[in-house]
């Protein structure tokens, strides 16, 4: 199993850490802590009055802390892959258009 919180580092540094490693390393912890009691506990597998408990423990954790990165997709297996292009298809006709209908006019009558 992979462990998804980044390594700490060997030396201990006696400067002020970052906001974001701090909070980096929070969602981290409630990442990991979430992921093993729906794991181990069956009762974290059901839903309670927040609702379904797995999406609180592993989901909720685990959408936070891919927005702390900036929400950075995965990169791709092989670099020199190529990049599917969507398919569109083109229509052969012109777009269809509304016809033009004379506004409807109200006769006022005139005193005579």
Known sequence: M???CPPPTAVMSTEARAPLSVLDEILCTVLAVGTVLVVLLPAAR????LGWLPMW??????????A???????RRAVE?????VAVTSRRTAPQA??????AHRVE???AA
């Open 2 to 4: 992979v462990d998804p």
């Open 46 to 49: 059901g839903d309670s009055a």
């Open 57 to 66: 423990l592993i989901g909720m954790p685990a959408v936070a802390w891919w």
């Open 68 to 74: 702390l990165h900036g929400f950075a997709m995965p």
């Open 80 to 84: 020199g892959a190529p990049v599917p």
């Open 97 to 102: 258009r509304r016809r033009v209908r004379p």
């Open 108 to 110: 006022v009558r005139r």
